[in-house]
């Protein structure tokens, strides 16, 4: 099977330039396209960005450029609309995958070993829609969660939540987040356009887990600390 690797990051950020400053020596894109890139189940790589630098930078590593249209890169634009443009892209090239490793670029907490052995799931059990890296937050966890009332009163931010739950988070089922470092893809369920779980439908319905300690997103100067604590414990060039 085909096994493709996307990079996406865009240059409209909030916090100026995130994807390519530089943490521990390297920009932050460097840190998920060079797993990709020493992953051997994937077959060829490819970065989609409205933002030159991101583009140059990640042409340095070794992946193909896809021009990402503004339009496609706005704060509200939906992640979906990139990775169907790019495989658009790589259909007009004779490419088409039939697994797309999608990379964010704003996140370093990521391995080689993590891509291979998601990939390899789909392998094993090609009705599987995607496989995707999750961590275990009770801190925020479903019924812990509340929404304000049109009186502007807190109040449980689900419905059917039980009428009794411990407030020790030890105690509750265990609550997992998709940690947005990467996302294994089947094509094939992309493309048919069936609605799956809400938010990202596009992943399907058969979704696999693939269980890590601690995931960050890069949105400010304080994840970046993070992000290098992460590093100096972890990163394996």
């Not at 970065?47 to 503004?70: H, M, T």
């Not at 893809?185 to 399907?204: H, I």
Request: proline share 5%; aromatic share 8%.
């Amino acid at each position: 099977m085909l096994v493709t690797a996307l990079l996406t990051g865009r240059g409209n950020n909030s916090l100026k330039d995130k994807n390519i400053i530089k943490v521990a020596g390297k920009p932050v894109l460097y840190y998920p396209a060079n797993a990709a890139k020493n992953c051997r189940k994937i077959n060829n790589w490819f970065c989609s960005s409205n933002d030159e630098k991101i583009l140059a930078l990640a042409q340095e590593i070794g992946y193909e450029k896809i021009v990402r249209p503004n339009e496609l890169a706005q704060p509200d634009s939906q992640h979906i609309d990139c990775i169907l443009h790019a495989l658009q892209h790589l259909h007009s090239k004779n490419i088409d995958p039939d697994i797309l490793v999608v990379l964010l670029a704003n996140n370093v907490t990521i391995k080689s070993q993590w891509i291979t052995e998601c990939i390899d799931k789909i392998l094993e059990n090609q009705s599987v829609s995607a496989v995707v890296p999750v961590y275990v937050d009770n801190d925020h966890h479903p019924f812990r969660a509340k929404k304000i009332n049109k009186d502007g009163f807190l109040i449980p931010y689900e419905d059917n939540i039980p009428k009794t739950v411990s407030t020790n988070r030890q105690d509750l089922t265990k609550s997992f987040f998709l940690a947005h470092n990467f996302w294994v893809l089947n094509v094939k369920n992309v493309l048919k356009g069936e609605a799956g779980q809400p938010p990202w439908s596009f992943m399907g319905n058969k979704i696999l887990p693939y269980i890590i300690k601690e995931s960050m997103d890069i949105h400010t100067i304080s994840d970046l600390i993070i992000a290098k604590e992460w590093l100096n414990n972890n990163y394996v060039d």
